[in-house]
């Protein structure tokens, strides 16, 4: 069946360059999660959907960074301005409700240059 | 003292031998708990629930301690395919963060 999906698969933008990162998540999973793993690190969380409605944004790093969910379904983590501390792997999660186990996209490895 | 804290390894270990993590976390209130791997340059994967009386799924063993607030998970007869990184998951932490709190993961490594 159809897992979560996220686009592209990489991504190499300049410093400065503003990127969008997409996230398809399971049909009919309520919650979606964005993390940022760095190398050789556990995924570290940035922020929380349920529904369209963004619960929790606590781990976004900046205002830089920005998430959407408009119509509770497909999610995009938008980075402005990029810096070479963006470069990670961003992973996108979803569950069928809430205190579900997480369900992952293979993530957007992202190289800021 | 962090949320969730695992031993980040490596863990080095032949094949055959048994190895075993152990994850802590900070928050009582947590109310369940998971395991994943997370094989190089893949994403995480679901490997085992954690529940109360603690659980097997073939050569692994997963059990919780509420009391000294920490899972465990074993695995016997290791084998060269179980070479990753393993993320114990809490959830239930307390409303911030969806609920739900990755440990950093520990590294095993699988040798001939």
């Known amino acids: 069946g159809a897992g979560v999906s996220q686009s592209p698969r990489y991504k190499v933008a300049k410093r400065g360059q503003d990127v969008a990162l997409r996230c398809d998540p399971i049909s009919g999973h309520v919650s979606l999660f964005w993390y940022q793993q760095a190398l050789g690190q556990g995924p570290e969380f940035l922020t929380y959907f349920q529904n369209e409605a963004q619960l929790d944004k606590s781990g976004l790093p900046s205002d830089r960074f920005f998430a959407e969910r408009p119509e509770g379904s497909v999610s995009t983590l938008k980075i402005q301005r990029t810096q070479q501390e963006d470069s990670a792997v961003y992973l996108c999660?979803?569950?069928?409700?809430?205190?579900?186990?997480?369900?992952f996209g293979n993530g957007t490895r992202l190289t800021v240059t | 003292r962090k949320e969730v804290e695992q031993d980040p390894g490596p863990f080095n270990v032949p094949e055959g031998a048994t190895v075993a993590f152990n994850c802590t976390y900070s928050?009582?209130?947590?109310?369940?708990f998971f395991w994943y791997r997370q094989d190089c340059r893949k994403e995480p994967k679901l490997l085992m629930s954690?529940?109360?009386s603690g659980n097997e799924d073939g050569r692994f063993t997963a059990q919780l301690n509420r009391a000294s607030q920490y899972i465990s998970l074993l695995i016997r007869d290791s084998k060269l395919s179980d070479s990753a990184t393993y993320l114990c998951v809490v959830i239930g932490y307390g409303g911030s963060q969806g609920n739900l709190i990755f440990g950093k993961g520990t590294k095993l490594s699988v040798k001939p």
């Open positions: 999660a979803s569950s069928p409700q809430q205190n579900s186990p997480l369900h």
């Open positions: 954690v529940y109360s």
């Open positions: 928050n009582s209130a947590s109310q369940s």
